[in-house]
């Protein structure tokens, strides 16, 4: 037979469709098709996992596959964030993007080898939580302003600890010491649960973290609160000032956790993940983790991520500067 006759074409171009079936298909395979992997860019104890873990269980009922969590900490965040940018963008990888990531190492950090802004996707904003300073209990302070003069007297002798490099409470004490004039040493650990292990033992003297990682500590007498970050008091410490009330007018500062997925990822998967995180965020189980913590949850759609990281990173760039906030 002629090999060029109208049943040999058609029996070429039957062979030609079936190889290129299988790729066709996972092409419009359902999404999620396997597990999904949560990066969190600090150890365990830390309100960041606090946030990842609460809503990743809801989103693993939700969406009939596993959503775990997977600490992965050190190097600022940037250890996370660089294996977070390089998997595949298919909806089953994704990371908790926060304040220092997002907002502060863009501007502290020299050498990222990735561009935040370029090589990822919002997602949405899951929630914000108060910053809460607070102090060992021995040092002799019962208040904001009795610390401050008792650090403006002890120069060099107080160390501060933080869960790393750019993470909210280093960004915090930073920001503390810029605007009150206090000395203290920065000692940055790999997330908030190693570096309350020496707080707690006062080893370390001071630190600011999230309500949920310290309201425990203050509660049992163990950790002294002398101060929150919000413009407002928090109903969880209604007899604990906020810094703008100490004459610190216009002092603001709180962590944010939102959820990012690689540059690339179709965007109906973000879509459908930002769908998703907001039914969580409102299912009782989170809005009542969250309320106990005075935690803010978010779930508003990917553009409103993306302008609300551009504003945090106009402010951070500024007080990087002024502060001279640096990795070291």
């Known amino acids: 037979m002629n090999p060029t006759t109208p049943l040999t074409r058609r029996h070429t171009l039957a062979l030609a469709g079936a190889a290129l079936l299988p790729a066709a298909a996972q092409a419009q395979a359902p999404w ?16 960041s996992e606090i946030v990842a873990r609460s809503v990743s269980a809801e989103l693993s009922k939700q969406l009939g596959q596993s959503v775990y969590v ?3 900490p050190g190097a600022a965040g940037v250890i996370a964030m660089q294996e977070a940018a ?10 908790l993007g926060h304040v220092g990531t997002l907002a502060v190492n863009p501007y502290m950090l020299t050498n990222q080898p990735y561009d935040v802004n370029r ?20 040092i002799p302070a019962k208040n904001f302003q009795e610390f401050v003069a008792y650090a403006k007297k002890n120069i060099g002798k107080l160390d501060y600890g933080s869960a790393g490099n750019a993470s909210a409470g280093h960004l915090a004490m930073e920001y503390l010491k810029l605007v009150t004039g206090i000395s203290l040493t920065h000692i940055p ?10 707080l707690l033992a006062g080893r370390t003297h001071a630190s600011s973290a999230g309500l ?6 203050i509660r049992s007498g163990k950790l002294r609160a002398i101060a929150v970050g919000t413009q407002q008091r928090i109903s969880a410490l209604p007899d604990v000032p906020t810094v703008a009330e100490m004459g610190f007018k216009d002092f ?32 009782s189980a989170v809005t009542e983790r ?8 978010g779930g508003g759609p990917a553009s409103e991520f993306a302008a609300f990281i551009k504003r945090e990173q106009s402010i951070w760039k500024d007080i990087v500067k002024r502060a001279n906030i640096t990795a070291a």
Request: net charge neutral.
């Open 32 to 47: 999620p098709s396997k597990a999904i992997r949560f990066i969190v860019p600090f150890a365990p104890g830390g309100t």
């Open 70 to 72: 997977e600490n992965k």
């Open 86 to 95: 390089k998997a595949p963008p298919d909806g089953h990888t994704l990371i």
């Open 119 to 138: 090589d990822f996707m919002p997602v949405t904003l899951l929630a914000k939580v108060p910053n809460v300073f607070v102090i060992h209990p021995d």
């Open 189 to 198: 650990y790999r997330g908030t649960g190693p570096q309350l292990v020496d």
């Open 212 to 217: 949920p990682a310290l309201g425990a500590y």
């Open 252 to 283: 603001e500062t709180s962590q944010w956790y939102g959820m990012m997925a690689p540059a690339g990822t179709p965007p109906e998967i973000v879509k459908r993940l930002q769908e998703e995180s907001y039914k969580a965020l409102k299912s």
């Open 290 to 297: 969250f309320a106990t913590d005075n935690a803010v949850g």
